[in-house]
């Protein structure tokens, strides 16, 4: 059993000196698990990063997270190198689009505000009515068209170059990049009462 698992510890290192690319090739012609399990791994932090830039905009994201790993799977399974794209560009735009159809079909719900994907329970209801009419005219400024509409991750840091203190920047940067409440507390010399402070600061001023 030892020397099983000492057998299968070595493939996965030899995997890990693998491209996308080459990871892909062992999926596809040998159906490896292994392959694929540390592609879904490689890839977890741009699942997390989609995810964590709409919660910051105001997003729920507990079932968009579901969504974003759907996207990828969806990735491996269809990438093909003639399309003229690296598979980091074509996994990231598979996750972003799988996102944003699952935000879509919940828009057209009737008299639903993406109950599923973002909270509206900071409304009243006659409120809900009014957001629900500003959708219907075409006024577009809620979280979740943000990201049907894709602006960058550079013009939404420009954003929070503008609005954000210079201790919320450094917290919502490292946010972004993966990083836990504690990790980021610990980089920065705070308590993580005052990350998680932070980050609820951060959300209110960007959903603005």
């Known amino acids: 059993m030892a020397e099983k698992e000492k057998k299968s510890e070595k493939k996965k290192q030899s995997l890990e000196t693998l491209s996308d690319e080459e990871l892909l090739l062992r999926i596809r012609d040998r159906e490896d ?3 694929e399990e540390l592609l879904l791994k490689r890839y977890g932090g741009v699942v997390l990063r989609e ?41 990231t735009n598979c996750i972003r689009n799988q996102i944003r159809t699952a935000i879509t079909a919940s828009r057209r719900k009737k008299h639903q505000i993406l109950n599923t994907y973002i909270s509206i329970n900071s409304y009243s209801t006659e409120e809900g009515e009014k957001l629900l009419a500003e959708q219907a005219g075409g006024k577009e400024t809620n979280p979740e068209t943000l990201y049907l509409n894709q602006e960058c991750v550079e013009e939404l840091e420009q954003r929070m170059r503008e609005k954000l203190s210079p201790f919320e920047y450094k917290v919502a940067m490292r946010y972004l990049s993966g990083m836990s409440h504690a990790e980021i507390a610990e980089e920065l010399g705070k308590p993580e009462r005052s990350v998680n402070n932070a980050l609820t600061r951060i959300r209110n001023k960007l959903k603005k």
């Open 51 to 91: 995810v964590r830039v709409l919660y910051l905009v105001g997003a729920e994201t507990e079932d968009l997270i579901q969504e974003a790993w759907i996207g990828l799977v969806k990735a491996i399974r269809e990438y093909r190198t003639d399309r003229g794209a690296t598979f980091h560009t074509y996994a």
């Open 33 to 35: 698990v292994d392959a």
